[in-house]
């Protein structure tokens, strides 16, 4: 084995899920070293204003903070003005994953983004990459790392769809012999969901009720179709008649319906997705049926409800929130995906 091959093979390198909700780092060596909210907490009293924390420690102050701290989510939906704040964060989780462990050879970075993003955006995330000392930065598509991520077989000349569900945007895409044949991303995803849940509340119960609690009627209660798993849940929030704190029990057949809206724009962009799809990768697809990945795959009975309305076998990831990070790792040590390195090099030197 060459030097350089050696230095390859034990080189300790970097594969980096850049989520809307969770950003998810592992290193060749050890796995998974890195799993925190997409968050950034800003003091706002100091010009220009300052970051005070990232990850988990800015995620607890979200709606507890005085008034000139801000806690950011700089991935939610193309907010451009937030996005500097994504630079700082990546920088900051890189650095805390790599701690010590940056030994002879720099790291090269293999970092999934949705394919949604702007150029600007992806110049900014490829500079804050280049920016922590890695030796070679890879933008690659989100769904292409999620599909590799849950073992489909992206190398082959066989059609292979996925279906990646987060919290600010879902990516579908339909990918052969290590491209992306269609694609499609849509800023529709469990935020909406918990939106809808935040409106049902307010409209049917005139009751307000916060982010957090939002998200556990999703995951405790929120289901797509009819299942046996139907539950009640106690919520507890504030009137907005008295403005005092009030409770009220709700069943997992409201909450269903009124999220209902939000699945269905999202099957429609899976229709239309297959629509687009050449007739023979498309046929693949019936036999092998489509991959549910991102956190999203998890709200009961998903799987269910798209399998009936595209009439296609569905399946649900292993471990979904870990699929785009995992297939970064794969993409840096699995030899069937060298090629995806080639087209997926960024060059910081290209002028806009
Ligand atoms: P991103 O890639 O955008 O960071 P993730 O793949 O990490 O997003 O998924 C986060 C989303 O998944 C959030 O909207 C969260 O509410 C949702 N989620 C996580 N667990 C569940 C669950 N059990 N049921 C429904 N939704 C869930
Ligand atoms: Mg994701």
């Known amino acids: ?42 003091d706002q009293s100091k010009t220009p204003a300052k970051v005070l924390e990232v990850g988990h420690m800015a995620k607890e102050m979200i709606g507890r903070t005085p008034e000139h701290i801000k806690a950011i989510r700089p991935l939610r939906e193309g907010v451009i003005a937030e996005f500097e704040w994504a630079e700082v964060m990546l920088k900051r ?23 949604g993003v702007t150029e ?20 690659v598509d989100e769904p292409m790392a999620a599909a590799i991520g849950s073992g489909m077989p992206v190398d082959k000349p066989v059609g292979s769809m996925v279906i990646d569900i987060g919290g600010g945007t879902t990516e579908i895409a339909v990918l052969s012999l290590n491209g992306i044949v269609t694609t499609k991303s849509i800023r529709i995803a469990g935020d909406n969901l918990n939106e809808d849940i935040k409106k049902y509340l307010r409209g049917s119960y005139n009751l307000a009720i916060g982010d957090r609690t939002a998200e556990d009627i ?36 409201e909450i269903r319906e009124c999220i209902q809206d939000t699945l ?39 799987d269910e409800m798209i399998s009936r309305e595209v009439d296609v076998p569905v399946h649900i990831a292993a471990d979904p929130l870990t699929c785009v990070v995992k297939g ?6 699995d030899k069937a995906y060298s090629k995806i390195l080639e087209y997926t090099q960024f060059d910081p030197h290209i002028m806009l």
């Open 328 to 333: 970064t790792e794969k993409i840096l040590t």
């Open 120 to 139: 600007v955006e992806r110049r900014a995330v490829g500079d804050a990459a280049y920016s922590t000392g890695a030796r070679m930065v890879y933008l």
């Open 218 to 253: 999703k995951i405790r209660l929120g289901s797509a179709v009819t299942g046996e798993d139907d539950d009640e849940l106690e919520v507890r929030g504030l009137s907005l008649q008295t403005g005092l704190p009030h409770v009220v029990r709700l069943t997992s057949a």
């Open 264 to 302: 269905m724009t999202i099957v429609q962009s899976v229709k239309s997705v297959l629509e687009q799809t050449p007739p023979d990768l498309a046929s693949d697809i019936v036999d092998r049926g489509i991959m549910l990945t991102g956190g999203g795959a998890l709200l009961t009975g998903f």
């Open 1 to 42: 084995m060459g030097l350089f091959n050696f230095a390859r093979k034990n080189g300790n390198d970097i594969g980096v899920d850049l989520g809307t909700v969770n950003t998810l780092i592992c290193t060749t060596h050890k796995g998974i070293v890195l799993n925190e909210p997409s968050v950034v907490a800003i």
């Open 93 to 115: 989780f890189i650095m805390k994953a790599m701690e010590q462990r940056f030994l002879s050879l720099p790291p090269r970075v293999v970092i999934g983004i949705p394919s």
